[in-house]
């Protein structure tokens, strides 16, 4: 079945970039049914929705995060990506990424998610 | 746009009913058809349990119900098990296909 795994540097520093790849099993990324979605939990604390991507480039961001978040798309590789620049240690959280079902506004299948900390 | 409101915790005891609300707006829960929950256990991903407000997925119990009325959505929890212990949380569609995610709410079986 479709399985999603985040990889990526679980440290960053104050003001660097943080970039995360999402790695799709078991199903085709370029999928005229589905978006692939980011969202973060910080800790202790609900979860934010940050942006997502069609398999044709076509994105859509998080207003209040869209100043400093690129999201992309690899089909070859079957993956989508996240930067979020200039971080700070109020972008530590816990990231996921997710199948968005288009159209309908839902996530179907997460990944696990992987521990960003920003810190010096 | 702002975070869905829902309750810090609920609580029941096994055999009881429970329900969750969210609040949102009329620009988000209220306009639209498209509110989800999620079950998420400490330390694991969350799980899809509700969609387009009352749809349940395949394979998830039926003691699991989604309702709105205006700018409240509600899940609801009947024949509450210890397993059902886990953080609810509510999404909706705000339109210009953005989404906003309730903070959470945290479920006790007492």
Do not use: H, M
Not at chain 2, 33 to 60: H, N, T
């Amino acid at each position: 079945q479709l399985q999603l795994q985040e990889s990526g540097p679980g440290l960053v520093k104050p003001s660097q970039t943080l970039s995360l790849t999402c790695s799709v099993s078991g199903g085709s990324i370029s999928s005229i049914l589905y978006y692939w979605g980011w969202i973060r939990q910080p800790p202790g604390k609900g979860l934010e929705y940050i942006g997502s991507i069609f398999y044709s480039g076509s994105t859509y961001y998080n207003p209040s995060l869209e100043s400093r978040i690129t999201v992309s798309v690899d089909r070859s590789k079957n993956q989508f990506s996240l930067k979020l620049n200039s971080v700070t240690a109020a972008d530590t959280a816990i990231y996921y990424c997710a199948r968005l079902v288009y159209s309908f506004y839902y996530f179907d299948v997460w990944g696990k998610g992987t521990t960003v900390t920003v810190s010096s | 746009q702002s975070a869905l409101t829902q309750p810090a915790s609920v609580s029941g005891s096994p055999g009881q009913s429970i329900t969750i609300s969210c609040t949102g707006t009329t620009t988000d829960v209220g306009a639209y058809e498209y509110v989800s929950w999620y079950q998420q256990y400490p330390g694991k991903a969350p799980k899809l349990i509700i969609y387009e407000d009352v749809k349940r997925p395949s394979g998830v119990s039926n003691r699991f119900s989604g309702s709105k009325s205006g700018n409240t959505a509600s899940l609801t929890i009947s024949g509450l098990q210890t397993e059902d212990e886990a953080d609810y949380s509510c999404c909706s569609y705000a339109g210009s296909s953005n989404l906003v995610f309730g903070g959470g709410t945290k479920l006790t079986v007492l």
